[in-house]
Each structure stands twice: as structure tokens, then as C-alpha cells.
């Protein structure tokens, strides 16, 4: 028996459901005559995506929002969603009384009527959770130009910080480690600055599956390289990095979990895009650009390295 | 900590997440501009779903054809669908084939467009769908009024039956066998009838959850008593129940998982649904009629008793 990885076993799917031709994208899009629908579907799996500490009503509510980046990415403001819990027999009803509430805090958050859904019985916690909106023209993963710049919606690697210290049971105490944990435990995908902005993007990409697989993916599709000269990270998670010994790079760019997403739009749009971010309090970061050429180059001191994708994937 | 039962589950997430008004229907409705989308999700568990004896190839059909049943019951033809599966770690290559060919195989039989879905790993198998179609006016599980007739699609109780050999591990052979496992393993929903014949009916209800729910619900619903004089089921269901000493009735009402629907209609359409259940040779059967009053009530030999509903519920 070989152990199979996400990619592979998507693979078979494709190639029994689908036509060749698939491109993959954030959300699926259909049509019922002139209207275009989008919608994206994501499930939570209690053994694999809840870390220690995490709350039922955080996990819930996070099953909703994990959808709605996908819709923050290509700008498409979320109006519907259903919702599917799986839950052991032995439940109690103030935890499911959590898990409603953790999935009314996303819907009040983000505006989204639920809907129904449907509740069954299984031997661990699963949400799953699909949210649809209206939608015209759809931004691509691909379709960046030569020249064109890289923007991240947020800095990176808090996530792989608050994780690791969640998953280790680590002791840490302070201000940071609070930051980090809640940015595990309470991810807020940038709705508006998406909703915004998509007419000023050339291609854009939820990033949750890490910075590293987006990358990746957004400049394999648009067959161009992707210099990032500016990595997305904040002085503090350098120095946390530092203290504790683990790789910076790893942290920003194999981690995933951060609920952004990359962008990237002629050059000519900077202005108008910082204004909007800044209008909106966004912490928007410029991390580099677009060339001729293939792969992702991180500037790293004074040299450059090949990125690789290394973010999440399942069954690795 | 109190056992709960799905409907005191559903009631939680209601009371959070909807309005007090909410009617349980078949299929979710929503509304994009002028467009109607009828929406429907449903959850296959390995743990409580998947029979001994099931393969991973009809799981995996079932667990599409199950919301194209609820499609069946209001006449809408489902298009598109999405597809969430969880699988172990250790699953293998072939598994993972026999999964695919299933969706594959029931999206054929329905001429479903698979438009993606999203994989993860967890610690049993579950197969998460939700399929999607376009509508003008929908019929509700209410509507029926006095004197209107009411029609089941098909034979109701080979599935217990079948359930009953597969879940006790009896050894059964014979042609009797035979057709109720394979009433449980692959189930067709009526799809073209319901296409066809959705004008007609003044109310209508996927019954997998078992007729007894079924009736209850619509008779609840249009605020009127549902009187069963012809029970829909074969001659040998009947003697197979008396030589195994099981409730006829029981195995009939109670049971679930037929995946037919019931619908109810004035007396003059009569003769048109016969016709179409003919030219497309589905055995409907004419099992009773409304009249004022409430309550559901089953003529058994000479007498009636009220039919209470006993339906498959989930945490029970």
C-alpha cells in the first residue's frame, strides 16, 4: 500500500470527474443561465485541525471563515452558506450550543444567511461548510504580467509561530505568544480590502495552505517569475525565531493557517491601493514582482534563494 | 450530560443561526437576483452509514444519489456538484479509485457536472456532497388539501429488510435477498418522474428517513389527517416478514432509506401521473387520501391504528 499525497489523490478525482483542462482555482464557479455563481466548500476534521486549546466555538467559527477567504482573495462578498456537522454520540449540549454560536459569530462577522445543513453522527467533530455569492468576472490565480507587483494582505508567520506553540504544548507566556495563538485561534480574512480592490488585481490567491505553495502556484499558472524581495514578517517574529532557534524562513513561508491572501497588479495601482488598505486599516505589504522567467526567488541578505513549495498538504 | 437527539441538534443550531420561522424543506432555496438555486447536502459516515458488505464504489454513488433524491421529490434537475471527502491516512491507491468511480458512476446516471471539492484526512471515511439545480416554483412538504390523493414512487420496506441481512450478518440467499440488499446498495431515485410530473403534485417529500416521518411531516405540515388504505408494499416482503417473524409494519413505515418520495395530488390528475409512471415504468402506488382533521392513520385489516412517526433519526 503506497501512502498517497493531496495532490495524488486529487489526481484520481480529476481524472474520473473531470475534464483535462481543469485549472485549479480558490472557489468554483457555475452558471444558471446569465448569473455566475461562486462557491467554496471546506471541511474541519476535530483530529487533524484542532489544535490543543482551541475552543469548539473558535473551531467552528473558523470552518465558516476558512471559506470566506477564498471569497476575500477574489474579491466575491460571501451571501449564502451551508453548513454539515458530523458529531459523536456522546456530545453535550453546551458544546453544541458553542458550535452554533462559533458559526453565528462568522455569519454576523461576514454577513452570510445559513441557509440549513445537516447533522450526523460520526466518531470525531467534522464541519463542513459551503458559502456561495454572486460573482461577474472571476481574478485568476494566473494572469500576472511582466513588471506587475506582489502584494500580501498581512505579515506571515504568526500562525506557524501560535501552532507551534499550541502543538508542543509549549509554555510561553507574554504578549507575543498571545498574538501568535490568537492569530491561530481567530483568523480574519481581509473581506472588504478584497471586495475593494479586485478590480485592481491582475491575479490574486488565498494563502492558507502557505506562502510557499501560493507562490508557487500563482507563478507556475502565469508562467512568469516571482521575485519576493520583502518578506512578509514583523520584527517580533524575527526575534521570537531568533530566541528559540527555529527558521524564519520556515515559519513565513511552509507554514499556512494565515487567512491572507497575495495579489499582485500594475504598478500603476500602488496609490490607489495603499489608500484603500490604509482607509480600511489593512496592514498590506509590498513583497516584490513579477518577471520574465519561471519560479519563486526570495531575497534573503544579500543573495537569492529558489523557493519551493513546501506549504500544507494533507496525507504527508 | 443529557443524550440529544438530532431534531433537539437541529433545534440548537436553528435557534442561533435562523429565523424562528424556518419550515424544514428538502432542498435549501436561495435567491441571486431572479435566479432560484435549490441546494441540497448530504453526509455519508463510514461508521454509521456504510453497511458490511457495501462496497466503496456504491458509498460513494449513494452518497450523490441521496441528495438527488430530495432533488426527485420537488422535480428539480440537479446540474451541479460538489464533492468533500475525508479519508484515513492509510487508505490506498484503489480504494481511492473504487471512491472516484462511484461519484463518477451516479454523476452519469443523474448527468451531474462535478465542478470540485476538497480532500482531508480523518479518522474514518466521510463522503460530504452538495449538488445544486435552478427552479421556478417549488413544491413544499405542505400544500395537500381534503380529498387529495396520496402517492408513494415505489415499494417501501425491501431496504429494512435489507438492512436487516446485512447489519446481523444473517446468511440469506435467494432472489428475495438479493433484491433487498440491492435495494439498500443502490438506490434510484425517481428523478425523470418527478421531472415530469412536478406540475401535478400539491405537495411532496423524500422518504428516506423513513415513510413514517414522511407522512407525519406532510400531514403536520398542511395541517390535515393522511389516511393510508392501500400500505405500498409486495406480496413478498409480506410473507418474507412472516416467516422471519418481523413487523410488517415496522419493516414498511419505520425503516428509511428508500429513497422514493411521496407526493400528494387532486383526484383529476389522476389518470395523467398513472400514464407517465407507465411510459417511464415506475410502479407508483396510490396509497390513500387527505381529509380534515390531523394525524396520519394506517387502515390495517379491518381497523386503523395512528401511525406515529418512528423514522431513522440520527443520536437515537
Given at each position: 500500500m503506497t501512502k498517497l499525497d493531496e495532490i495524488s489523490i486529487i489526481r484520481i478525482f480529476q481524472n474520473e470527474l473531470?475534464?483535462?483542462?481543469f485549472v485549479s482555482e480558490d472557489v468554483e464557479i457555475f452558471n444558471f443561465g446569465k448569473t455566475k455563481i461562486a462557491a467554496k466548500t471546506d471541511t474541519l476534521v476535530e483530529s487533524t485541525d484542532i489544535p490543543p486549546k482551541m475552543k469548539l466555538f473558535d473551531a467552528a467559527r473558523k470552518s465558516i471563515v476558512a471559506c470566506v477567504s477564498d471569497f476575500a482573495a477574489k474579491g466575491i462578498k460571501p451571501q449564502y452558506g451551508i453548513v454539515s456537522v458530523n458529531l459523536p454520540k456522546s456530545i453535550s449540549r453546551s458544546k453544541i450550543n458553542e458550535i452554533a454560536l462559533g458559526f453565528r459569530k462568522a455569519c454576523d462577522e461576514y454577513d452570510i444567511s445559513i441557509l440549513g445543513g445537516d447533522t450526523n453522527e460520526g466518531k470525531e467533530i467534522v464541519f463542513n461548510v459551503c458559502i456561495f455569492g454572486e460573482t461577474d468576472k472571476i481574478v485568476k490565480r494566473k494572469g500576472s504580467k511582466k513588471n506587475d507587483l506582489i502584494f500580501a494582505t498581512g505579515p506571515f508567520g504568526y500562525t506557524s509561530a501560535g501552532l507551534n506553540i499550541l502543538l508542543n504544548k509549549k509554555k510561553v507566556d507574554g504578549r507575543f505568544a498571545k498574538k501568535v495563538i490568537k492569530s491561530v485561534i481567530n483568523p480574519k480574512p481581509q473581506l472588504k480590502f478584497g471586495l475593494k480592490n479586485?478590480?485592481?488585481?491582475s491575479s490574486s490567491m488565498d494563502s492558507s495552505d502557505g506562502l510557499s505553495t501560493t507562490l508557487n502556484e500563482m507563478s507556475n499558472q502565469s508562467k512568469k517569475k516571482f521575485v519576493i524581495?520583502?518578506?512578509?514578517?514583523?520584527r517580533d517574529l524575527e526575534d521570537y525565531a531568533k530566541s528559540q532557534k527555529l527558521n524564519l524562513n520556515d515559519l513565513i513561508f511552509?507554514?499556512?493557517?494565515?487567512?491572507e491572501f497575495v495579489f499582485t497588479t500594475l504598478p500603476k495601482h500602488r496609490k490607489i491601493i495603499q489608500k484603500n488598505a490604509k482607509i480600511l486599516k489593512i496592514p498590506i505589504i509590498e513583497i516584490g514582482y513579477v518577471t520574465l522567467g519561471k519560479g519563486v526567488y526570495v531575497k534573503d541578505g544579500n543573495s537569492f534563494f529558489s523557493l519551493k513549495d513546501l506549504g500544507w498538504k494533507h496525507f504527508r
Open positions: 473531470r475534464s483535462k483542462k479586485k478590480k485592481y488585481f524581495n520583502n518578506r512578509p514578517c514583523m511552509h507554514g499556512g493557517e494565515e487567512y
